[in-house]
């Protein structure tokens, strides 16, 4: 874990599968993305109060590459380590991993912008919660 800044521990629910028994590739999106969500809130932020505040955080591109699959019940941890590109793109490396033996699933690049009316903003807005917890910006 020292090489990410937060991570989540998730199961697979029954319904997350589809005909073959293995986890529909869309949802491991939703692990990732509900990786990220409470990596903010751990900051003491939110998505919702971004957005209350005028600030949308948006997915301009995620590279998600699949290892191996995730099965009904399986505990799973997802991982996210944060970076930057340029003065505003957001990166977010992640990883999922199968929780008993750290089996890779998936790893992932998300790269999102901060907007505000519909114009990109700095993520410097962010800076502030993150250097608080000890967290800075990796340039990629």
Do not use: W
Not at 81 to 91: A, D, V
């Amino acid at each position: 874990m020292e090489k990410y800044d937060f991570e989540i521990a998730l199961k697979v629910r029954d319904y997350e599968c589809d005909i073959q028994g293995i986890v529909n590739n869309a949802n491991y999106q939703h692990y990732l993305e509900h990786c990220r969500h409470q990596f903010l809130e751990q900051m003491g932020d939110s998505f919702a109060q971004l957005h209350n505040d005028g600030i949308d955080a948006v997915v301009i591109r995620a590279e998600l590459d699949y290892k191996y699959p995730l099965r009904p019940g399986d505990e799973f941890l997802v991982r996210v380590k944060l970076g930057r590109q340029g003065r505003l793109r957001i990166i977010f490396d992640q990883e999922i991993v199968r929780k008993p033996d750290e089996k890779l699933i998936v790893s992932a690049k998300v790269i999102g912008v901060l907007t505000k009316n519909g114009r990109p903003q700095s993520p410097d807005i962010l800076l502030e919660g993150f250097e608080k917890a000890g967290i800075t910006f990796d340039q990629v």
